[in-house]
């Protein structure tokens, strides 16, 4: 359950963003969206171990399998306008935020229809018109620059708010320090969020980080924080809304640590179970699969019902085939493309006409 | 036309790009407050408030990658270094996100900002304060890396570094901060890319860049005594690197010394080299010879830091050497 801090006086009062948390809760097309969004995730995530089983994505791939209610949670409180930055475990977390399955599955099979252009791969989802500003390959690399990204809300005195994703072993950086330190002195718009899945590889948190309640790291940056469990999308919503609505209203940002668990291994070369955690630690964590928590409180509550499960799970399946026929009928990007994207050859030397190719 | 320091020359032309795009900022430490460590920011915090001109913690990979972030979304950030030695700490978002988010995002992420700040050896400082970093950050595609040895070229590439839409590294000679020259008082640039012929003669191509420019000039001016005329070679920008300039001057004069105050090993005079082996070949009358620092980390002591540093008479006889003189 979460633990709600109250040091700097700023836990959140009834407002606009937790009142649209709560009514989810009451909300059985809203519920029914969620399960969809997580769906999708699962059985995209299930196709893309099949694709790398069979050589059609390449290099490194971290599956999402497990997590589904973070980025569903997460996202599902965001505006278009909001931003979000993100690791390189980044393929859910972009369909949650409404990225094309076909554009995400070219990328992850090279092609030219990608996101980026076949240049990015998993690791790398990028897309402009979502305002997903990058899956980041380097551990910890991403937080400053969400802290940049609060900086220019704050510069701009917008009122949109960046959601900074990261596993837990994120807090044992130098970077994660520097950019908490700089958004809390500063009173940045930005909402940082541990996805604490217990391991980094094969590192229990326990055995890398001192502390282990680890949005605790927050205090030193006097910012608001909480921890919430992430396996149940509401509580995910919850605490999140809290934190968005102090971000937007407030410039505040939080540290918000969300406890998850992975149910495949790190990467496509990691066994699922075996050396750093046992089988049985695995299945106890399977009991609490996110899609199966809602599933069966939505059934039982009877909003839905064998025949709608079916249904979905049909839909899903197709739309997921279809990313992945999409995919491979998308060519290979064209080798002009190798030498493209560089460098540009725009400068601002007119100011007013830089300012509308930059808000285009 | 007035005659101002090469400091004051970046300051000015920094101040004019933030009076003309409000998108601009200077980020760094000491930057505001306390003017600037080498007062390139004199009087901004006053003229553009704590929002566009701001004192961060010592923390350069954090305000590096503020400075990416914020370029990510659409600001312009002007991140300083107070000096080069220590974006070494930052590097990681200088060569991982700044240089390949454009390319890795399929060209969906334009990130125009500048990292900028003294490079090089000033005197005494020893080993961690003393290293000139063109070569390294020369390596990256998907950067511009520009350095300006004066006050002119200062004000001109800054202004273009601001204005240009990608990551631009601007390498500030430390020693040079002081020097003179004149500058106009108006609004123009130096075009990225370009070298410039700064003298010309035709024993000889002295091709250099950043620092090093004046003491190829010195070694000009006491070279001509002797009769001797060389072609002074500023690369000014070394990525991306004026090619046609470097073969223009050694065709001409068929003979060439590199003066550069990194180290010998993949420094930029290794880059040249190649550049003057591949279109050159037929025309060279001697093998080219390199001035460079001295292959260990620089030394504290007077004397020896006098030994290991590149200097007027380290390249004149370079020079002499080319020529079979001596
Ligand atoms: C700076 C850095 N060091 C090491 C790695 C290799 N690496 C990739 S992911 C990873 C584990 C990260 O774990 P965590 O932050 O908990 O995220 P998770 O993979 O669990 O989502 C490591 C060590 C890296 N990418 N970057
Ligand atoms: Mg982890």
Redesign the pocket.
Known sequence: MAKKKSDNGATATATADNQKADAARGDADLRKEFLRSMLLQRRFEERCAEAYALGKIGGFC?LYIGQEAVSTGTLSLLRPDDYIIT???DHGQALARGMSPRAVMAELFGRKDGVSGGKGGSMHLFDKATNFLGGH????GHVPIATGVGFAIKYRGGDQVCICF?????VNTGAFHEALNMAGLWKLPVVYII?N?R???GTALERASAIHDIYERGAAYNMPRAQCDGQDVFEVRRAVAEAIERARTEKVPTLLEIRTY?FMG?SMSDAVSGTYRSKAELEEHLKRDPIILLRAAMHDAGEIDDAWMAKLDEDIKKEVQDAWDFADQSPEPPLEALWEDVLVDTTSDDVEASKAAASA | MPVITYRDALGQGLREEMQRDDRVFLMGEEVAVYQGAYKVSKGFLQEFGEMRVVDTPITELGFAGVGVGAAMVGLRPVIEFMTWNFALLAIDQVVNVAAKTLYMSGGQFKMPLVFRGPNGAALQLAAQHSQAWESWLAHIPGLKVVAPGTPYDAKGLIKAAVRDDNPVIVLEGEMLYNTKGEVPDEDYIVPIGKADLKREGDHCSIITHGKMVLVAMQVADTLAKEGINVDVVDLRTVRPMDVEAITASVRKTNRAVLLEEGWEIAGIGAQVVDYIQRECFDDLDAPVVRVHQADVPMPYAKSLEKAAKPDAAKTIAAVKKVMYID
Request: aromatic letters at 10%; glycine letters at 20%; zero cysteines.
């Open positions: 971290h690791t390189y475990r390959g380097i551990v910890g990261m596993g837990e072993s994120v996805e899945n391991y980094g590889m992975r790190h």
